[in-house]
């Protein structure tokens, strides 16, 4: 019998229904997106999920409906994922709200997704960024995370959850939104050229030898 064709953005799940996920850059939404997704959610059958990676995913569509809802979606500007970008970073508020922040957590997000967020990236490489070393949004337990401190920001690799979690290990001090995007690239870069199939940034430190490899690799020692 012959397969359905696979329709980009539209992916398969255990029962048989497909799911759709769209990127929210910060975690930010704006009016006309929300009045898209308040359509959505009263779609029957849909239910409008929030990811742990700050996205929205919505599961229960069918291919007519799927595509019916991308299409809406799409025109109120949203951008739906069609394949293995590295997307947005889960970032935290920051400043000027939040009073632990040293920074300006969104205007990072916003360099990183405008200049990174593209690359095709193998899985599974996640990048966090926070505005102080509490780390609301895991930033010190992803592949990568830029942790405000009062001189800059802390750059820290390796770090995952799962069943047996790792917290990231600090390479670095960046104080610029370009340093950031410079080492998002380079790593994201190596990530993907050392990955077969999939992976997390911990276990190709350990093929390389430590976190000492990593630095030399990247130019910080
Ligand atoms: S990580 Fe720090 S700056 Fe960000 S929300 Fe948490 S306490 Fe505030």
């Known amino acids: 019998m012959s397969q359905p064709l696979k329709i980009p953005g539209l992916n398969p799940q255990k029962d048989g229904s497909l799911a759709m996920t769209m990127e929210v850059p910060n975690g930010n939404l704006n009016p006309g997106i929300m ?3 308040s ?13 742990t990676a700050q996205k929205i995913m919505f599961l229960g569509l069918d291919s007519k409906s799927g595509k019916s809802l ?6 109120a500007g949203a951008v739906i994922r069609k394949g293995r970008n590295l997307s947005h970073a889960r970032t935290c508020v920051g400043r000027p709200w939040c009073k632990y ?16 967020a593209k690359e095709m990236t193998a899985p599974k490489f996640k990048v966090g960024i926070a505005g102080c070393p509490a780390c609301c949004s895991w930033a010190n337990m992803l592949d990568l995370g830029f942790v405000g401190v ?20 600090e390479i670095t001090k960046i104080t610029s939104h370009e340093e950031a995007a410079e080492i998002t690239m380079k790593l994201a870069r190596l990530f993907t050229d050392s990955v077969k199939k999939k992976s997390r940034m911990d276990r190709i430190i350990r093929k390389m030898g430590g976190i000492e490899e990593l630095k030399k690799e990247l130019g910080f020692s």
């Open 35 to 37: 009045t898209a997704l």
């Open 39 to 51: 359509e959505a959610a009263a779609m029957p059958g849909v239910t409008v999920h929030i990811t």
């Open 70 to 75: 991308m299409e809406k979606m799409e025109a």
């Open 101 to 116: 922040g040293w920074h300006d957590t969104f205007a990072l997000g916003e360099y990183l997704y405008k200049n990174t």
């Open 150 to 169: 009062k001189s800059g920001w802390k750059v820290f690799v390796g770090g995952h959850g799962g069943a047996i979690p790792q917290t990231g290990l």
